[in-house]
């Protein structure tokens, strides 16, 4: 069993930033693939952007972030992070980190294990 809790949401003013973090314990060899995920009010959960556990650590972002999140690994604290920057109203909703046993193919069903989520919002 994994589990993962995210941290350092909070309120930001639109143009600010917030680096959120997501720190796994329990079964962390088993894991492959590290994601973050983003639910608005009224809307579905979305993809943000994952991060694979390998020597390269490939990345992936949603088209909606790309250029304005980064995410980053330490694999000494078993930690993955997710710094935004340019936050604009619409990157207001409940961050989610997720673990993934399995390489990254663009399905949120691999993701088996989940945080609790973190409030982003951002004031205009």
């Known amino acids: 069993q994994v589990q993962v809790v995210e941290s350092g949401g909070g309120l930001v003013q639109a143009g600010g930033s917030l680096r959120l973090s997501c720190a796994a314990s329990?079964?962390?060899?088993?894991?492959?693939?590290m994601g973050w995920f983003r639910q608005a009010p009224g809307k579905e959960r979305e993809f943000v952007a994952q991060i694979t556990r390998t020597s390269i650590g490939t990345t992936t972002y949603a088209d909606s972030v790309k250029g304005r999140f980064t995410i980053s690994r330490d694999d000494t604290k078993n930690t993955v992070y997710l710094q935004m920057n340019s936050l604009n109203p619409e990157d207001t909703a409940v961050y989610y980190c997720?673990?993934?046993?399995?390489?990254?193919?663009?399905?949120?069903?691999?993701?088996?294990?989940w945080g609790q989520g973190t409030q982003v919002t951002v004031s205009s």
């Open positions: 997720a673990a993934s046993s399995r390489p990254w193919r663009g399905f949120v069903g691999d993701f088996t294990s």
């Open positions: 329990g079964r962390t060899g088993s894991i492959y693939t």
